[in-house]
């Protein structure tokens, strides 16, 4: 967002998304880029206003809420996502058997539902496709950081 807008941002950094939303809501600072579910509670409470989303697509758990592509701000396109990993020697039965238990149980109409009341949605794959996965993020943010110039602190 920073370099389509050619705006500089201050980091701050909090030990995860729920001290970083209570500080949004509490009025400590003034802008935030947060998981929907860390910032859900703040929102409906109206302590919290959302102003656009980064993701390319609406937001399930809003959809009035603009993009930020909508709002003029080009090749933003992220989200918070979750996968199950293990080590690289786990034999690929196991991998089976864990990534077919899971598929099973996201796929439960109950657990979609819940994910789902908190913006999120349930995309059960398989390994090979997280791994595409893994390996087109990490390509693509890792341009964004040299691009950036992003260093560790």
């Not at 941002?9 to 970083?20: D, L, N, R, T």
């Not at 009341?117 to 390994?127: C, K, L, M, W």
């Not at 496709?129 to 602190?153: C, G, H, S, T």
Request: aromatic letters at 6%; proline letters at 7%.
């Amino acid at each position: 967002m920073a370099l389509n807008t050619d705006t500089k941002f201050q980091h701050i950094p909090y030990k995860g998304g729920a001290p970083a939303s209570a500080a949004l809501a509490g009025g400590d600072i003034p802008f935030g880029v947060l998981a929907s579910s860390s910032v859900a509670p703040h929102v409906k409470s109206g302590r919290i206003r959302v102003l656009s989303v980064t993701m390319a697509k609406r937001s399930k758990l809003d959809p009035q809420w603009p993009t930020l592509q909508e709002e003029g701000v080009k090749e933003v396109d992220a989200s918070n996502w979750t996968a199950l990993f293990a080590p690289k020697a786990t034999p690929q039965a196991i991998i089976d058997k864990i990534n077919a238990e899971t598929v099973k149980i996201l796929s439960l109409p109950d657990i979609k539902e819940r994910f789902a009341g908190g913006g999120v949605d349930t995309i059960p794959s398989t390994a090979a496709e997280l791994d595409a996965r893994v390996k087109r993020e990490f390509e693509r943010f890792a341009a964004i950081v040299q691009k950036a110039n992003i260093r560790p602190d």
